[in-house]
């Protein structure tokens, strides 16, 4: 009986997946879970900042769809670039961003993040609106964008007050390339050059 | 000191007070809702339905960084370090009352612009804002309205020309000002002449205190800015570039119909 149970839950997982739909509550349950993770990440005064930047990396890969973020912000390039160019490219990708987000977190001073709704996309995603309030009482809006793929929910996008990240970036590293002469390696250069400052 | 004041309300008689309290890459208003109906050009439209990524309109880009050098010299020897004092010196409360003032005075622009727009339901919640808090808010100090569920929400003449259907245009770093485009620049010089309160200063022969108002905006913007600001210089590869599609993309949002979708990276088939 319980084989057969599990083969029908699986089954609707199954078809779910192939659907790509989610529901956008469990969109929230979600975000709720991420946010929990790193307030008590930031809130954990045992831990080292270099401890505190490994557990980070551990939710950006686990939580983040990085490669495919990866490839939207490099934008037409990602075609142009080799393999061993957009390895590269991935691994500076994330980097920077958990050096940047560490820095951020030395000055964490007990915000809240709160879960405020959540709404299906016509692309079959979902975004999750949240918000930071600070101690001040100043909230900062954030929405996130959650795709399911093989089962797993995870986040492509953070929208600051409308603002995509993920196209802010883009056109940031666009820049970067043009003014390298088109080349991928200009990004890359500029990445390393970015993550040496962070130290 | 002296000088100190009158350079910024010199500086301030340069600028239009409208946009000043608003700095362009502020991400920290209260409440920021899309604007409603949205005329957009076939050009804007096929924009919007195949996003390309060279949504970069920047042909004086040249010119543009040159004027942003500019621009982060005078800020970072001067405005920051004024902003700096500023927050140093008054408490978080008074700044804060200064703060809801401003944007107290600000509501009548919002008023006109409301009704240019032909948003007469908008038009009467900023009336009532306006109303509300101009009285019971104590002349503006603290923001009643919002508590009783009417939010301010935020529009401007270069808002006001996108909903007439006016594209962006290029993008333009103003001097001083900083970023804009060609459809905001025309809107910042309608605020200003559009502003009641300015209009009704330089008629009453008040300009000085119009230039007043300016001069405690700018700092007002910078000190409720001057983190985030921080932030992105410290994180950005090529920091004008930064912010050139942050101001783009928060001008692009503030027009946008609620029912439109933002491109986003998404799953894709050869993972």
């Known amino acids: 009986m319980k084989k057969i149970i599990f083969a029908c839950v699986s089954l609707i997982f199954w078809i779910q997946g192939c659907n790509a739909e989610i529901e956008p509550k469990n969109a929230e349950t979600f975000m709720k879970t991420i946010g929990d993770e ?16 490994n557990q ?21 390039y990602w075609k142009q670039a080799s393999d061993e160019e957009k390895q590269k490219f991935l691994e500076l990708f994330k980097e920077t961003t958990v050096a940047s987000y560490a820095t951020r977190f030395k000055e964490y001073t007990s915000e809240r993040f709160e879960i405020l709704n959540s709404r299906a996309e016509p692309d079959g995603g979902v975004i999750v609106s949240s918000q930071i309030v600070r101690p001040n009482g100043q909230v900062i809006p954030i929405d996130w964008k959650i795709f399911e793929k093989n089962g797993e929910l995870r986040i492509y996008d953070v929208i600051l007050e409308g603002i995509s990240m993920g196209i802010t970036q883009r056109s940031e590293y666009a820049s ?14 500029a990445l390393e050059q970015k993550l040496t400052t962070y130290q | 000191m002296k000088i100190v004041f009158s350079l910024l309300f010199f500086l301030g008689g340069l600028l239009t007070p409208a946009h000043a309290q608003e700095d362009a890459w502020s991400y920290t208003t209260d409440a920021v809702h899309p604007g409603k109906e949205l005329q957009l050009s076939p050009q804007e439209r096929e924009q919007d339905l195949n996003p390309s990524e060279d949504t970069d309109n920047d042909p004086f880009e040249p ?31 008074i ?3 200064v703060g809801y003032a401003l944007r107290n005075l600000s509501e009548p622009l919002v008023l006109v612009n409301n009704l240019l727009q032909g948003e007469l339901g908008d038009a009467g919640e900023t009336l009532d804002r306006f109303l509300l808090n101009s009285t019971y808010g104590v002349g503006g100090l603290f923001d009643v309205s919002t508590d009783l569920g009417i939010p301010y929400k935020k529009e401007d003449f270069g808002m006001t020309l996108a909903s007439w259907g006016m594209g962006a245009g290029p993008y333009i770093v103003l001097p001083i000002l900083g970023p804009s485009n060609l459809r905001d620049t025309l809107g910042r010089i309608g605020d200003y002449g559009f502003d009641p309160i300015n209009v009704w200063g330089y008629s009453a022969d008040k300009e000085l205190y119009c230039d007043i108002r300016t001069g405690v905006q700018i700092l007002d913007a910078k000190t409720d800015n001057i983190k985030i600001i921080e932030d992105l210089r410290k ?7 930064t912010i050139r599609t942050w101001y783009s993309e928060r001008r692009k949002h503030l027009v946008r119909k609620e ?3 933002i491109e986003t ?7």
Do not use: C, W
């Open chain 1, 56 to 76: 980070f990396r551990e939710i950006l890969q686990t939580r983040f769809n990085v490669k495919a973020i990866g490839k939207f912000v490099l934008g037409r």
């Open chain 2, 259 to 261: 029912s439109e979708a």
């Open chain 2, 63 to 93: 010119v543009n960084r040159v004027v942003f050098e500019f621009n982060e010299l005078v800020d970072t020897i001067f405005l920051e370090p004024l902003a700096a004092m500023y927050e140093g010196v008054v408490h978080e409360f």
């Open chain 1, 176 to 189: 970067v390339i043009q003014k390298g002469g088109g080349r991928i390696e200009a990004i890359n250069q």
């Open chain 2, 95 to 97: 700044r804060e009352r």
């Open chain 2, 235 to 241: 994180n950005a590869i090529d920091y004008y570039a």
């Open chain 2, 265 to 271: 990276p998404r799953p894709d088939e050869d993972e």
């Open chain 1, 38 to 53: 790193v307030i008590s990440l930031l809130t954990d005064k045992t831990i080292t900042d270099q401890e505190r930047a």
